[in-house]
């Protein structure tokens, strides 16, 4: 085999190792691809239920401040009555 033969066989080889690489590339790519639709479209899902549990803690939220409110009130109704009625000893 002389020079140019082995030129011409080589180059064949760096040839078929090129479309190798750019097929293998183009493989990583296609799956790539997949894998951002499918976290893109994740995304969105966590998004509206992020929105979703939002609008909830919206609706609760002033619920809970009415009840803090409540509570309060209690808690000073206790305290005043505690104030002006002694608890009553059992040892008399």
């Not at 760096?14 to 183009?26: D, H, I, N, R």
């Not at 803090?68 to 005043?80: I, N, P, Q, S």
């Amino acid at each position: 085999m002389d020079k140019t033969g082995l030129a011409f066989w080589l180059t064949l080889i760096g040839t078929l190792c090129w479309l190798v690489c750019f097929w293998w590339m183009y493989r990583i790519s296609v799956k790539q691809n997949s894998l951002l639709t499918q976290l893109h479209a994740q995304g969105k899902r966590i998004e509206k239920l992020s929105k979703l549990e939002h609008d909830l803690i919206k609706e609760v939220h002033p619920q809970v401040g009415e009840i803090k409110e409540g509570m309060d009130t209690m808690f000073a109704a206790v305290k005043e009555n505690a104030e002006n009625n002694p608890p009553v000893s059992k040892d008399k």
